[in-house]
């Protein structure tokens, strides 16, 4: 009967474990509905703004706004690594921080790389071999646009004092709540469109091109980190989601086949307890 104690224990326990994945799944699914409406409607602002950015960066003199567009000998880089503050997502964050690893040792094994981290599990796990120059956890307390400008502005400051000749942004970008793709995408400088300067269209600039281009940059990169967080975003909830559904039917799966179990060693026992009755009265009728 000890065994079937042990037994039972076990099925209260998953069956506890159960409870928490289901709830954590259904937490996961109201918040990526949210999650995923907001990166749906910017996504098609930032993406034609960016556009529009390269467009007009191709055609830069080089003192009008060329700061962010200019490109340099790179030697130093600092790539910005966006993760989650919390883990039960799957391979979520390991993904991203394999592929900056990956990135740092294939592309820029002979330069000088730091990061910046947006997300405690990439920090806690990079800044151990890494140099990390800062971390931004709080990020994900108050998600807006304001907040995501104070870090661009920061990435800006150093880009253009000469700190890093090239920042690159490491994120998963939300595809299906099934589905994250790692991406690593070009920050700075900006990278004009293949074949933009060869393109004539005729833009009437009010007020002027300069006063435009100087307004629409830091606007355009800002919106840019906005986008990628809200993607990881969006992507950490799906991922999240999907790792605790597979997670609650694993838990059903092993609690179907210790009941199976409990019954059988149950009815084993009934069955051994029958036959020691029953051999006890042949015992005493012999």
């Known amino acids: 009967m000890a065994n079937l104690k042990e037994i039972r224990n076990r099925i209260t326990s998953i069956g506890s474990t159960m409870q928490i994945t289901s709830a954590m799944k259904m937490v996961s699914a109201a ?135 090239k920042v690159e942004l490491v994120y998963n970008r939300f595809k299906n709540a099934a589905t994250q793709i790692e991406t690593i995408e070009q920050f700075l400088p900006i990278a004009p469109i293949d074949g933009a300067a060869n393109v004539n269209v005729d833009y009437i600039f009010e007020p002027s091109k300069p006063e435009i281009v100087l307004e629409l940059i830091p606007k355009s990169l800002k919106t840019q980190l906005y986008k990628a967080i809200r993607d990881s975003f969006a992507s950490e909830h799906g991922a999240r989601m999907t790792a605790m559904h597979k997670a609650t039917d694993n838990a059903t799966d092993l609690r179907n086949d210790l009941l199976l179990t409990y019954n059988k060693a149950r009815q084993a026992a009934i069955t051994n307890e029958i036959l020691e009755i029953v051999g006890g009265a042949e015992a005493l009728n012999n």
């Open 31 to 165: 918040k990526l509905k949210k999650a995923q409406d907001a990166i749906t409607q910017m996504r098609p602002y930032a993406n034609k703004l960016t556009e529009l950015l390269q467009s007009l960066s191709a055609t830069l003199d080089g003192d009008v706004g060329g700061v962010y567009s200019e490109q340099r000998p790179v030697s130093k880089i600092l790539l910005v690594v966006i993760t989650s503050n919390r883990g039960l997502c799957g391979g979520f964050n390991s993904s991203i921080i394999k592929a900056s690893v990956k990135q740092i040792k294939n592309n820029y094994s002979s330069k000088q790389v730091d990061l910046l981290t947006i997300g405690k599990k990439g920090n806690d796990l990079l800044s151990k071999n890494y140099n990390v120059i800062k971390n931004h956890n709080e990020i994900y307390d108050d998600l807006t646009f304001d907040n995501t400008a104070l870090i661009a502005e920061e990435i800006m400051s150093l880009f253009a004092e000469g700190t890093y000749d």
